[in-house]
């Protein structure tokens, strides 16, 4: 049988139905900044809190249409409630890994007027986390994962952060729901370093990051042969 093109094409369309999961960076941030009382780089007492608040340098899908630079409009978020599970060392002593679990844990997304986010040093003061929430939350979450690693032998003393993200509520809580009404998950992710010459007093990490709108599009199997039998 010989397919015309506009068969070819609703083939493809039922592929993309049936595809893999829409995935991209719904935010993006460079910088957020990171503390947590009593710790270092390379280890987090068990039971401390990590906090990170951060403002978003631009948006994408299903947020498109928010613009980031608007002069009128401050975007910024505040993690918290990340209660650390201790650091793990692992590897030889010249080129050691740090890994620190954390558990439970909260996110929101703040849209605010005027622009007065300020990273103010040592948190938590006066400007910090009070001008990353004075605004209207446009998202809320639960983090079920948070994980931090360092080491003592990049060149940079860089490593990274990552999280996922249930969302929960928000003004713009719908945008990122899927067919069904369930939340498609969120991830935290991105590289952070604990260069002196990069932090700010009382800050443990510089993090350049993203959040990953990771939502699947079908649960239902698909395969070439049966698009093609839509057709016989």
């Not at 893999?20 to 987090?44: C, E, I, K, L, R």
């Not at 998950?185 to 990069?198: H, V």
Request: net charge negative.
């Amino acid at each position: 049988m010989r397919f015309s093109t506009t068969t070819i094409g609703a083939a493809l369309l039922l592929c993309a139905a049936f595809g893999p999961a829409a995935a991209g960076p719904t935010m993006d941030w460079d910088p957020a900044f990171m503390w947590q009382v009593g710790a270092t780089p390379t280890n987090s007492p068990a039971g401390g809190e990590f906090k990170a608040v951060g403002i978003i340098s631009m948006f994408d899908f299903p947020l498109q249409d928010l613009d980031a630079s608007d002069p009128t409009t401050e975007y910024t978020f505040y993690a918290h409630g990340l209660i650390s599970q201790g650091t793990v060392a692992s590897g030889p002593p010249t080129t050691t890994f740090y890994t620190t679990n954390y558990t439970g844990g909260s996110i929101e997304v703040y849209a605010g007027s005027p622009r007065n986010a300020v990273f103010d040093p040592n948190p938590p003061n006066t400007n910090v986390p009070s001008t990353f929430i004075d605004g209207t939350a446009i998202l809320t979450g639960v983090f079920t994962r948070f994980v931090t690693q360092t080491n003592n032998f990049t060149a940079f003393q860089t490593g990274n952060a990552e999280g996922d993200i249930t969302w929960t509520g928000g003004t713009m809580f719908e945008r990122v729901l899927r067919v069904g009404g369930e939340p498609c998950p969120g991830l935290f992710t991105g590289g952070m370093t604990w260069n002196p010459s990069l932090l700010i007093p009382g800050y443990l990490f510089r993090h350049d990051g993203k959040i990953d709108h990771n939502c699947p599009t079908s649960d239902r199997p698909s395969t070439w042969g049966l698009i093609k039998a839509l057709y016989r």
